[in-house]
Antibody, heavy 120, light 107 residues
Framework: QVQLQESGPGLVKPSETLSLTCTVSGGSISSYFWSWIRQPPGKGLEWIGYIYYSGTTNYNPSLKSRVTISEDTSKNQFSLKLSSVTAADTAVYYC??????????????WGQGTLVTVSS | DIQMTQSPSSLSASVGDRVTITCQASQDISNFLNWYQQKPGKAPKLLIYDASNLEPGVPSRFSGSGSGTDFSFTISSLQPEDIATYYCQHSDDLPFTFGPGTKVDIK
């Protein structure tokens, strides 16, 4: 059974870059789509973007200018970078796997989430 | 972007009650509608995908229906462990978007 684990700093200063890594165990990141999703405290869910193991990415237009998602297949990891952060980027960040049947598919496995606070 | 709305925003029901949540998309999304359960402090969990397909391992008291723009999610007999917030999400096009959530608790 695949497991996902987010890691990275829990506190980031305004205007700096948020960096998180998702480590996948119990399965290969190959042949799947992988996404980042975030949830501000007490609020709803926002899809950030996905990466396919081939390196293909797609980002939410609302964040596209600030987001980069990359992968390291040798480590079975994928990563998120969000630049020029503000307090509005404070959220629990989740990594998730898409169901394998097609590109636009639901998220069937999730990490536990990691809270990132943007504050000086 | 496709906008998702849900109703009600919260509900309170008794154990054993039938509970129904509705979700509406701002445009036709065929059957590309998914339902998640999120318990406090936990990640969302996929329950229903493609409007009516039960994710493996999910109890059969959960069900979904609908197509086009109007969808519903039902818990046939509410259990104490079903206390959670439920979100709909479309997977028809990018960007994926979620509904605002429905908080379910026990009366």
């Amino acid at each position: 059974q695949v497991q996902l684990q987010e890691s990275g700093p829990g506190l980031v200063k305004p205007s700096e870059t948020l960096s998180l890594t998702c480590t996948v165990s119990g399965g290969s990141i190959s042949s799947y789509f992988w996404s980042w999703i975030r949830q501000p405290p007490g609020k709803g869910l926002e899809w950030i973007g996905y990466i396919y193991y081939s390196g293909t990415t797609n980002y939410n237009p609302s964040l596209k200018s600030r987001v980069t998602i990359s992968e390291d297949t040798s480590k079975n990891q994928f990563s998120l970078k969000l630049s020029s952060v503000t307090a509005a980027d404070t959220a629990v960040y989740y990594c998730a796997r898409h169901k394998p049947d097609r590109r636009l598919s639901p998220f069937d496995s999730w990490g536990q989430g990691t809270l990132v606070t943007v504050s000086s | 972007d496709i906008q998702m709305t849900q109703s009600p925003s919260s509900l309170s029901a008794s154990v054993g009650d039938r509970v129904t949540i509705t979700c509406q998309a701002s445009q036709d999304i065929s059957n590309f509608l998914n339902w998640y359960q999120q318990k406090p402090g936990k990640a969302p969990k996929l329950l229903i995908y493609d409007a009516s397909n039960l994710e493996p391992g999910v109890p059969s008291r959960f069900s979904g229906s609908g197509s086009g723009t109007d969808f519903s999610f039902t818990i046939s007999s509410l259990q104490p462990e079903d206390i959670a917030t439920y979100y709909c999400q479309h997977s028809d096009d990018l960007p994926f978007t979620f509904g605002p959530g429905t908080k379910v608790d026990i009366k």
